[in-house]
């Protein structure tokens, strides 16, 4: 997974955590595929004038829905319920250090919402291996390693445009200040029973 750069891996005994609440970990999973697929739509909406952007950012969202629906089934079929939305306070630290770090420009507002998404999409993705690794449901095993090839794909996509559109900006530097940060916070989580939890 070193091609997510993350400087902090994921204790495995998080997975002991999430096992105790399977329902939590789901409702919380299905909630964080709404809202990827919600994001990817705002980045849509505000920079609808690239088109490859909108191209490949509609088959994300798509995706993301899709992915929606699987964990929902997967819900259905155990007979668990899809709860409320959780609040995410990883997610939402992320948000707050976006917001600081906009210079105010239209491509640093891009560039920036497309490094909080390769963020969420990377950190998702380290998750979903941990689980696939160590989780004893055979099931969830399959399911969170073939969902963890997705969300690399993901991050690769979100990186990849803020290179392409980062027109004087220092994407690499910027990326490396993110990651930084998310190391920071990242400490503070691993303990709760939900994907960023």
């Given amino acids: 997974m070193s091609i997510l750069r993350l400087k902090l891996p994921?204790?495995?005994?998080?997975?002991?955590?999430?096992?105790?609440?399977?329902?939590?970990?789901?409702?919380?999973?299905?909630?964080?595929?709404?809202?990827?697929?919600?994001?990817?739509?705002?980045?849509?909406?505000?920079?609808?004038?690239?088109?490859?952007?909108?191209q490949d950012l509609l088959a994300l969202a798509k995706e993301e829905i899709d992915h929606f629906e699987q964990v929902h089934n997967i819900i259905i079929k155990r007979g668990l319920k899809l709860g409320r939305e959780r609040k995410d306070d990883y997610v939402n630290e992320l948000y707050l250090y976006m917001k600081r770090s906009n210079t105010g420009s239209r491509v640093s507002g891009?560039?920036?919402?497309?490094?909080?998404?390769?963020?969420?999409?990377?950190?998702?993705?380290?998750?979903?291996?941990?689980?696939?690794?160590?989780?004893?449901?055979?099931?969830?095993?399959?399911?969170?390693r073939d969902l963890m090839e997705s969300e690399a794909g993901h991050y690769t996509t979100f990186i990849s445009y803020a290179r392409k559109y980062g027109e004087g900006i220092d994407v690499e530097k910027r990326w490396r200040e993110w990651l930084d940060f998310e190391a920071s916070i990242i400490t503070n989580y691993g303990k709760g029973e939900t994907v960023h939890g």
């Fill in 10 to 54: 994921t204790d495995p005994r998080w997975v002991n955590i999430v096992e105790k609440n399977i329902e939590e970990i789901l409702t919380d999973h299905a909630w964080c595929e709404q809202k990827a697929a919600t994001n990817a739509i705002t980045i849509i909406t505000h920079n609808s004038e690239h088109q490859d952007l909108v």
């Fill in 110 to 144: 891009l560039v920036e919402r497309l490094l909080f998404s390769a963020m969420i999409e990377a950190r998702s993705c380290e998750r979903f291996k941990v689980l696939s690794e160590n989780i004893e449901d055979e099931e969830l095993a399959t399911f969170y």
